[in-house]
């Protein structure tokens, strides 16, 4: 059995009441096997997916299971989130990934969003006291915004001491990109658990543009082993689940306290990667 202190599974909202119904009682219940410590869900930029955050957060807490809503401060009002955290609270919700949230499509390139997690959190503080556990983002491989390394960990640092818990690093296929970063975090005094977000490889196209939007670098090696396997997709899912397994044991080998997947709403790559790592599924 592999020794990590956690485990957790990122599910972004589905968009009608059947494909929640198949995510929770599918998918989640698959992966629930490996006694994560939750599953989040996500929270769609300006607002778009507040009900469907909520409704599946609703359907994951039905089945027993935690569930954490991501929230971002994006471009929703002050009210809003308030109204937000009551409702979750109210909800038996303990514990939120707060986020600036992911720039809205209808926004324009050179529009920047004002807001920033370090503004959430001191809210959420404000409004509900220490009730909720609050997760940040941490980018080993630098935020795509940000003007450099001492930049970015400063703004990191800023969320810390606002009063976050923890923190899901951006995906990353480089081990010492997070190892890097955690010794970064050490000179800082920076001791929140660190958790490394791991990002299964099931469709190339996928990857390639999320990556480019998220600043989240495909290795050169990685790039022509997936593009050998492109036109095979057993073959290719097969090189990306050895590729990832190898990557989560050079992580827990290294210190990494815990692993967030995500999941992109799928078991099967994930599944074989827990498998693989000895967290072996109780059924
Ligand atoms: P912040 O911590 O506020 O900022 C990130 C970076 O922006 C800083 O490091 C810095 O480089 C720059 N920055 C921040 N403030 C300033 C400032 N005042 N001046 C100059 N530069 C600044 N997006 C969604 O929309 N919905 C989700 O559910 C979601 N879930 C996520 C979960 C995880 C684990 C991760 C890693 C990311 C997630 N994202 C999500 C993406 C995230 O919203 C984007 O990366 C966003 O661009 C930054 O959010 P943040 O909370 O990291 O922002």
Redesign the pocket.
């Known amino acids: 059995m592999a020794n990590i202190e956690h485990l957790s599974f990122?599910f972004f909202p589905p968009r009608d009441e059947l494909s929640r119904s198949k995510l929770v009682d599918n998918v989640a219940s698959q992966l629930a096997s490996f006694g994560p410590e939750f599953f989040?869900v996500?929270?769609?930029?300006g607002g778009s997916t507040r009900d469907g955050t909520r409704q599946t957060v609703a359907a994951l807490q039905s089945k027993g299971l935690q569930a954490v809503p991501?929230l971002?401060?994006?471009t929703d009002e002050a009210s809003d989130i308030k109204d937000m955290l009551d409702t979750f609270k109210a909800n038996g919700v303990d514990r939120l990934?707060?986020?600036?949230?992911?720039?809205p499509s209808g926004l324009g390139a050179n529009h920047r969003?004002s807001?920033?997690?370090?503004a959430?959190i001191r809210l959420i503080r404000a409004h509900s006291d220490n009730h909720f556990h609050l997760?940040?983002?941490?980018?080993p491989e630098?935020?795509?915004?940000?003007?450099g390394t001492m930049?970015?960990m400063q703004?990191?640092k800023r969320?810390v001491d606002a009063g976050a818990n923890s923190a899901?690093?951006?995906y990353f296929y480089n081990a010492d990109a997070y190892c890097d970063f955690m010794e970064r975090c050490a000179i800082q005094h920076i001791d929140i658990p660190i958790y490394a977000?791991i990002m299964p490889i099931t469709n190339v196209e996928t990857l390639v543009r999320f990556s480019a939007k998220?600043g989240a670098e495909i290795p050169r090696w990685l790039q022509y082993g997936l593009s050998d396997r492109k036109d095979n997709e057993k073959n290719l899912i097969d090189y990306g689940v050895e590729v990832v397994s190898r990557l989560c044991q050079q992580l827990i080998q290294a210190g990494a306290p815990g692993l967030?997947f995500y999941t992109l709403n799928r078991w099967g790559a994930t599944t074989r990667i827990c498998n693989n790592l000895g967290l072996q599924a109780s059924n």
């Open positions: 990122e989040s996500t929270y769609g930029a991501h971002s401060m994006g990934v707060a986020l600036r949230g992911d720039q969003l807001n920033n997690a370090e959430l997760t940040v983002a941490a980018y630098i935020h795509p915004d940000s003007s930049a970015d703004f990191f969320k899901i690093t951006q977000g998220a967030h």
